[in-house]
């Protein structure tokens, strides 16, 4: 405390002050104490003792002020200053819930620094992401350092670390109730939006329990109603639809014969299968539940390609901002509102893939859903919190890259990425398209030079880099090679194909009732504080799912094997034939099956 004491006393002549401070540092250094204080008179003496209990008391003083002000402001949730314990509604109440798939805190700096570049912003001019940080995720899973989809979406489903790959199961293989679950049987209105296959694993995760995330025609079975508890979701809106078609279709990727679009129907829903159908909702005024929107076979193109298809796919923001309506109003005479849960998920492919153009429309897209949110809950008169965060960082994506042995420039190139018009992906496909029917070498290249200027805005290919494109049997995908290009233009580095354990952002509408998420928190955290704000008991649920007697719905016994409802533990019941994207660590070992195929989309996930 008496160090204090110069702070508020006069300030005394330097050349004194100096010798001071010398002795006060002999003392502190020596433990020996100055004879300085026996020489000053008894007026300075009692200035001093004044001095060092004024400044004690005022010090005090600030302690105490302090420690009842924080006493006052959580007693008194009401007040929009306060944070922490009682903030939550008591009464009806909505809840959003956004997956940033594979965004860590590098993407937000490249898309912020991207914005500002592009549209002539101000140095300060922030995403709205950033305006609503409120902390961070750790993200390793039961069974690596290293996450999947699958055991990131687990914890947030059901507040339970597990393995990669396992879709809201326990590490020993039995099913964990998720909050979406809870939440339907509370009496809420569900719904999930996402860009890429509803039957992907963060959708999956909170609707459904198979125990590996490649058994995507059970998850959709299971999606749709022919679950344990019955129908569980109201709401789907996304890509996938290849999974819900009957083998016998054009455009089917399922294993059987079964039609899930028309048991969808008997079982109520109202089928969506395209942007008409989906403007017919017009906006969520015209649309009744439970709806199944389903808007592409697959995924639905990135962000930076599906622009310029505007009339065929419908936007994330289109998306979420027709799901809040339709669930709001479907609650509007309910004691319960309603928990949606809206992805991102392509931040993660365009990770995979090493595409920092297509990422960088991701996340605008994603910021753009979020901002959407918000607005949704500043006029709505339910009180409601929306939480983001991601599961994973995808790519150990670096927002500098170093090309050569010099020591290398400080700078990153936003202008490279602004020259691209569509992403890898895109640009593989009409390579591979050409290749496919032209076979002449000088036109091949010409038409490849073309593309790299047309489509990712590169006007000076190296020779080196038209070979490697065009080499006849690449062990990789050439949107590999499209994409890096762009990211040594750019001076953009990743470290991964795959995902990386950094740490990744949590953000909110308010601290006040995300108060829980405020600092470092484990990815299961979120889970539980999803659960604690509906006030709903997601162990309720995983005790329901274990015993077969309490089930509305019975799963028909197989005959073609002894595995039950979740699909076999160890991977047997994987299907390699038919389908184009394999996902998972499990793909490493599927890889021989794959040997000359093209995979259809960014490998694992
Ligand atoms: C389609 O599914 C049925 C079972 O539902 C199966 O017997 C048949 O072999 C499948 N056909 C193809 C082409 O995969
Ligand atoms: C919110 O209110 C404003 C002003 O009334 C309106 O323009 C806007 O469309 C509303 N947004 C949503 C999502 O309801
Ligand atoms: C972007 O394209 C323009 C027009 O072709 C070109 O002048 C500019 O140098 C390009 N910028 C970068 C960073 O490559
Ligand atoms: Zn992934």
Known sequence: MAREEPLLAPRPSS??????????????????????????????????IGLFAWALIATIA?????????????????????????????????????????????????????????????????????QHIIGTSRTRSSSSLVTDSAAGATAFS???????????????????????????????????????????????????????????????????????LGRVVDLIFGGGKCHFLPNTTEGSCRGDDRDLVEIAGEKGFHYLDSRKSFDSLNGGSEAKLPLLGLFADKDIPYEIDRRSQNEVYPSLEEMARTALKTLSQATADSDQGFFLMIEGSRIDHAGHGNDPAAQVHEVLAYDRAFAAVLE???????????????????????????LHDDYPEYKWLPGVLANASHSSEYAEQVLNDYLSKQTSQSNQRAFAEELLKKALGVNDASADELDHLLKPHLPYRRAYVFADIISRRAQIGWSTHGHSAVDVNIYASSTRDAWRLVGNNENTDVGAFLA??????????????????????????????????????LGEDIRTEGLDTYHGEFKRSLDSHLQGRDCGCGAQH
Not at 88 to 108: A, C, Q, W
Not at 381 to 402: I, K, M, N
Request: proline letters at 5%.
């Open 15 to 48: 050349d004194r002050s100096s010798i001071r401070n010398a002795e006060e540092e002999d003392a502190l250094l020596t433990g020996e104490r100055t004879h300085r204080h026996q020489q000053r008179s008894k007026w300075a003496f009692w200035k001093e």
């Open 62 to 130: 600030v302690i105490v002020l302090a420690v009842v002000y924080q006493h006052e402001a959580s007693k008194n949730p009401e007040s929009d200053s306060s944070w922490g314990p009682g903030g939550k509604p008591t009464g009806k109440r909505n809840l959003i819930f956004m997956v940033s798939d594979g965004m860590g805190p590098t993407s937000l700096t490249l898309t912020r620094n991207y914005r500002q570049y592009t549209e002539g912003l101000p140095i300060d001019n922030t995403l709205v992401l950033d």
């Open 158 to 228: 059901c507040a339970h670390k597990s393995y990669n790959g396992a879709i809201s199961v326990l590490p020993d293989h039995s099913p964990c109730g998720s909050v979406l679950e809870a939440a339907a049987l509370a009496g809420y209105k569900t719904g999930l939006v996402v860009t890429t296959r509803i039957t992907d694993a963060t959708p999956a995760c909170f609707a459904s329990h198979v125990n590996m995330r490649q058994y995507e025609d059970r998850i959709a079975e299971q999606e749709i109603g022919e679950h344990p």
């Open 376 to 402: 949704f809950l500043e006029n709505d008169s339910t009180p409601g919190v929306v939480v983001s965060t991601s599961d994973h960082e995808t790519g150990g994506l670096a927002a500098a890259r170093q």
């Open 532 to 569: 604690d704000y509906l006030d709903v008991d997601i162990d309720a649920i995983t005790k329901k799912l274990q015993s077969p007697k309490d089930w509305s719905w019975k799963p028909e016994v197989e005959s073609s094997s002894t595995h039950n409802w979740m699909g076999d533990p």
